[in-house]
């Protein structure tokens, strides 16, 4: 019996893709509940005949412990914003707020508006939510215009959800502008092959 990831593979191969991949869209497609992990987002075009001179990504609700990888070649900035309550952080901090927006500007050459791509990485520690799908807005910002990717489903979407590979195929070629998404899994095994320490005695 064919599993889900299988089917979303097998609809991420149709003809069809090949539009939806010249969006901005992640280049791994799940994440394990619970893990910090390294995402990477891709933009592969600017606006029309327009490079691309600034690059904007809304991070989530949910992923937390946000950092960004150093690029020499952007100048990045991050906006925080306020948690409803403070969470503990690692080295048992209590954490007040959270990566909100991390913006790529001011590069030393303009992305291409074609033929080019660049990928736009960061880490956080994954929500401990399997089955939930979690979306990635983006913006484009172009010496001439820009380009949103900030569109999401009209109806909310699962890993549980009835065709669900076809559903998001549909999603992603139905408008010009869909957000980037990670679907949530249950892990296999532990992200870190040692024992977490515990409370000394």
Same mark, same amino acid.
């Given at each position: 019996?064919?599993?889900?990831?299988?089917?979303?593979?097998?609809?991420?191969?149709?003809?069809?893709?090949?539009?939806?991949?010249?969006?901005?869209?992640?280049?791994?497609?799940?994440?394990?509940?619970?893990?910090?992990?390294?995402?990477?987002?891709?933009?592969?075009?600017?606006?029309?005949?327009?490079?691309?001179?600034?690059?904007?990504?809304?991070?989530?609700?949910?992923?937390?412990?946000?950092?960004?990888?150093?690029?020499?070649?952007?100048?990045?900035?991050?906006?925080?914003?306020? @948690? +409803?309550?403070?969470?503990?952080?690692?080295?048992?901090?209590?954490? /007040?707020?959270?990566?909100?927006? #991390? &913006?790529? !500007?001011?590069?030393?050459?303009?992305?291409?508006?074609?033929?080019?791509?660049?990928?736009?990485?960061?880490?956080?520690?994954?929500?401990?939510?399997?089955?939930?799908?979690?979306?990635?807005?983006?913006?484009?910002?172009?010496?001439?215009?820009?380009?949103?990717?900030?569109?999401?489903?009209?109806?909310?979407?699962?890993?549980?959800?009835?065709? @669900? +590979?076809?559903?998001?195929?549909?999603?992603?070629?139905?408008?010009? /502008?869909?957000?980037?998404?990670? #679907? &949530?899994? !249950?892990?296999?095994?532990?992200?870190?092959?040692?024992?977490?320490?515990?409370?000394?005695?």
């Amino acid at each position: 019996m064919k599993t889900m990831k299988t089917l979303l593979i097998a609809a991420l191969a149709t003809t069809a893709v090949s539009v939806a991949l010249a969006h901005n869209s992640m280049t791994e497609y799940y994440a394990p509940a619970g893990y910090m992990k390294d995402f990477e987002i891709r933009v592969t075009h600017g606006c029309q005949s327009s490079p691309v001179k600034e690059f904007r990504l809304k991070i989530p609700e949910g992923l937390m412990r946000v950092s960004v990888e150093q690029n020499r070649d952007w100048v990045i900035d991050v906006k925080m914003r306020k @948690l +409803p309550k403070p969470i503990p952080g690692e080295g048992g901090n209590m954490l /007040t707020e959270t990566v909100d927006e #991390i &913006i790529w !500007k001011n590069p030393r050459s303009v992305l291409p508006a074609s033929g080019r791509f660049e990928g736009f990485r960061f880490r956080g520690l994954v929500p401990n939510t399997p089955g939930k799908i979690i979306f990635f807005r983006s913006v484009n910002v172009c010496e001439k215009g820009e380009e949103r990717y900030v569109d999401l489903p009209t109806e909310p979407l699962e890993a549980k959800t009835p065709g @669900l +590979p076809e559903k998001l195929l549909k999603f992603m070629t139905a408008t010009a /502008t869909p957000s980037a998404f990670v #679907i &949530i899994e !249950k892990p296999t095994r532990p992200q870190y092959p040692f024992a977490t320490p515990g409370p000394k005695k």
